[in-house]
């Protein structure tokens, strides 16, 4: 871009108005809601082209979610959250080589997010993104600056709690955000959240596919899947509980399509998050005001991609029954999108001095 | 007042018409066309606001339409002109793109020329380290030779032939240096490949660095704000308004977010 345009562009003023945007940067999608009416997702994944002649031939230099899916043989593919952070950055740092590549794919899925909401040049663009509840200080300041690139402000919250605000259900709930990396779990008790709050469990959506394709190919003699395809077959026929007609699909054995029945295994493997999910709540349940603990266990809120497993609810409830004497479980209306919504009314929530304040560029703290 | 209407609708109008010949609509089988007039244009305007005021009922005055319909031309009038300049920057935008994908292209072919070059350079060193360093002999031929040898033989389908054998073992006996100070290559040919090696390292970096400022041109003109994107709802920072259901823990909650996030705000400068 000139100079010229350029300088038209940041020196006009933003004065139009102010788009404010939620994102909920997910392992697996990644949804914005913007207030102007913009609603958007996509799969977090990034591919870059393998080589010069795969740049020239997609005409680009980074491709998003079910377009690099699609070209994903002349790509190389990257997932750049893993359990709830930044892959290769698990011990804080992002020296390693996976680190440092894994943090550039993170850093383009969140402008490319930030782009999906279509912003206006002349308004001021506020920002919450919602990250997983247990993302590392190093991780949030990497989201905080990729978002900084984009946008005028930049407030980060955990995922379960910009979830139970969107919904106004700010005391006394008890959040089950079910994502592709982990499973968040937290207690809302009308402020905000603390550790001793949050639960966070690896036996999420990406758990399942692993189990579910170990299962397929230990059952079934010479099936050949990929992990693409087994989560596909997940989010298409996923349930717990009784089923109500057999899962019969096509896989392939020795370059054939076969059919299989495949009820009993995915039903095994779906319901294997159940267990490690109600000890959770039991220990959440128990350390909980005692006044309080029925109507918590009454006000269980399930979220997230995962929460659209058929008849998880039911499952939860019958597991609660035994363990904890009872228990309601709800399901949120947008389980894609509430993790964004939420966000985006934290955003249009938070009053205008604050916004003002983290919009100024800080100057480094001394030492 | 019309007349000024007129033409100023016309300007705004010839930014987003599209132009197009007759022998085109000939060949598209069209054999007449319709055409709109300026003053169909006005009337146009003038009737989509008054029906869109008789749907809502309202009962106005006649000045008072008046206005309306004039803030409404207005507003056709100044989106008119937005898209005409978005056209202008988009096409400017273009144009910006196509040259900085050129240079990329140029620049990328370019440092894969000079990774080849650089590969066989090498190559010739490593070569040369292992040729017999017979003072005069052509290593061209001589390589060229070990490779005939070779080929006869495996034309042969089969282990070897006796003749074949002779040859080689010959030919690398003479070529076996007397010395290990024999192998490697001269002084001076080492020298002039490390000249190559480091003229070609430093033509590399230099082609990367373009490379990656003329990368950050091109990503900033894809990125160009062509698309006006979508106005937002609100005109101005909105907050928890007084009549808002659990204000005060919400405002708390407001507060206690934007602590940790001036923190990490601070910690990330």
Redesign the interface.
Same mark, same amino acid.
């Given at each position: 871009m000139s100079d010229e345009k350029k300088d038209q562009q940041t020196d006009g003023a933003k004065d139009h108005g102010v788009l404010y945007i939620g994102v909920d940067l997910g392992t697996s999608r990644t949804a914005v809601m913007a207030s102007n009416g913009v609603r958007a997702s996509v799969e977090s994944i990034v591919g870059y082209p393998r080589d010069h002649v795969a740049r020239k031939l997609l005409k680009k230099d980074v491709l998003f979610g079910s377009e690099a899916l699609e070209k994903r043989l002349s790509l190389r593919m990257f997932r750049p959250l893993e359990r709830g952070v930044i892959k290769g950055s698990e011990n804080g740092t992002f020296e390693s080589t996976e680190g440092q590549e894994n943090l550039k794919a993170a850093r383009a899925l969140i402008h490319h997010a930030i782009r999906l909401a279509k912003p206006r040049a002349d308004e001021l663009v506020y920002g919450v993104i919602g990250a997983p509840a247990q993302a590392s200080i190093k991780n949030q300041k990497a989201l905080v600056e990729a978002a900084r690139e984009n946008m005028d402000a930049v407030i980060i919250c955990s995922q379960p709690f910009s979830v139970a605000y969107g919904m106004d259900w700010l005391e006394d709930v008890l959040v089950i955000d079910i994502g592709a990396g982990t499973v968040d779990l937290c207690r809302m008790k009308g402020t905000m959240p603390e550790e001793s709050d949050q639960i966070t469990l690896p036996t999420a959506g990406d758990f399942i596919d692993e189990e579910l394709q170990t299962a397929l190919e230990q059952t079934f003699q010479g099936v050949a899947v990929t992990r693409y395809m087994v989560k596909h077959i997940k989010e298409k026929y996923a349930f717990v509980g009784e089923a109500n007609d057999a899962i019969e699909i096509d896989l392939p054995v020795d370059g054939k399509p076969t059919r299989f029945d495949i009820t009993n295994v995915m039903r095994a493997s779906c319901r294997k998050i159940i267990p490690p999910m109600v000890d959770a709540i039991h220990s959440l349940v128990k350390s909980f005001d005692p006044e309080f603990q029925e109507r918590l266990r009454n006000r269980v809120l399930l979220a997230g991609g995962g929460s659209q497993i058929q008849g998880l609810d039911r499952a939860l409830e019958n597991a609660m029954r035994d363990r904890l004497g009872g228990g309601r479980v709800i399901r949120t209306e947008e389980p894609l999108f509430g993790g964004a919504s939420g966000a985006l009314q934290i955003a249009h929530d938070m009053p205008r001095e604050y916004w003002e304040d983290l919009s100024k560029k800080t100057e480094p703290a001394a030492n | 007042m019309k007349s000024r209407e007129k033409s100023s609708i016309w300007k705004d109008l010839k930014g987003v018409l599209r132009v197009t010949s007759l022998s085109k609509l000939q060949q598209k089988g069209k054999k007449s066309v319709r055409v709109i007039g300026m003053d169909q244009i006005l009337q146009l305007i003038e009737k989509a606001v008054d029906r869109a005021l008789d749907e809502r009922m309202l009962e106005m005055e006649t000045r008072e339409r008046g206005r309306i319909v004039s803030e409404a031309r207005q507003e056709f009038e100044r989106l008119s002109r937005e898209v005409t300049q978005l056209e202008t920057?988009r096409r400017?935008?273009f144009e910006?793109v196509r040259d900085a994908e050129q240079r990329v292209?140029a620049l990328?072919?370019e440092i894969?020329h000079s990774e080849a070059l650089m590969a066989e350079v090498q190559n010739e060193r490593r070569l040369g380290e292992f040729l017999p360093a017979e003072p005069g002999i052509d290593r061209t031929a001589w390589a060229r030779e070990i490779g005939d040898i070779i080929q006869d033989s495996l034309d042969e389908v089969g282990p070897l032939s006796d003749e074949a054998r002779e040859r080689l073992v010959r030919r690398l006996a003479a070529a076996m240096p007397d010395s290990p100070e024999r192998l490697a290559p001269s002084s001076a040919s080492d020298f002039e490949y490390r000249e190559k090696i480091t003229t070609l390292e430093r033509r590399m970096a230099k082609l990367r660095r373009r490379l990656a400022e003329a990368?950050k041109i091109?990503? /900033?003109?894809?990125?160009?704000?062509v698309?006006?994107?979508?106005?937002? !709802? *609100?005109?101005?920072?909105?907050? =928890?308004g007084d009549g /808002?259901?659990?204000l005060e823990?919400?405002k708390?909650?407001?507060?206690? !977010? *934007?602590e940790a996030?001036?923190k =990490?705000?601070?910690?990330?400068?």
């Open positions: - | 920057s400017a935008v910006e292209d990328r072919l894969q990368e091109l990503e /900033s003109a894809q990125g160009g704000e698309d006006p994107g979508i106005a937002s !709802i *609100y005109r101005e920072v909105q907050g =928890l /808002s259901r659990n823990k919400k708390g909650l407001m507060s206690v !977010i *934007y996030n001036r =990490l705000q601070k910690d990330t400068a």
